[in-house]
């Protein structure tokens, strides 16, 4: 998470895991744009998140230990889950490796005020990303969703 104030329009949203020993927090807007992914691995997990730059999400003291990351293919992607539960509440998306996909429904509940949901191709993953807007999104410049 940034060491500066959060900026006017991010709140800060906890979560983690299903066993809580993998926690977090990041800031992002309350209003977010989130991927339903049909890639491979996503679309086996039913994975549907947002993407937030890295410098604002920041994993809780111990964390780190019960973690694990399967990667395949390109190995940019970093697919991070807990080695206890199993959930994937976080990863480094192909995407945007500078940045943090959260999974929407690892989200604790009252932060989030609405969820724009828009579709990932991961499938063909090279002609989706050219035509998308998900770079921005880890940069800061992606369009907010509305309300």
């Given amino acids: 998470m940034s060491s500066g104030s959060v900026v006017p329009d991010d709140v800060v949203h906890t979560g ?24 491979s691995d996503c679309s086996m997990r039913g994975n ?17 230990e019960f973690i694990t990351t399967y990667t395949f293919g390109t190995h940019t992607a970093k697919h991070t889950f807990c080695k206890v539960c199993g959930i994937t509440s976080f990863y480094t ?4 490796p500078d940045g943090v996909a959260v999974t929407v429904a690892c989200v604790d509940p009252g932060t989030l005020e609405h969820v724009e949901y828009r579709k990932a191709d991961g499938r063909n993953w090279e002609e989706w990303f050219k035509r998308s807007d998900i770079a921005g999104f880890s940069e800061g410049k992606a369009e907010a969703a509305a309300e």
Wanted: charged share 20%.
């Fill in 48 to 64: 549907t998140h947002f993407v937030v730059p890295a410098a604002k999400f920041k994993l809780q003291p111990g964390a780190d």
């Fill in 93 to 96: 998306p192909r995407s945007n």
């Fill in 16 to 39: 983690g895991c299903h066993c809580r020993r993998v926690r977090w927090r990041v800031e992002a807007p309350a209003s977010v744009v989130a991927w339903i992914c049909n890639c």
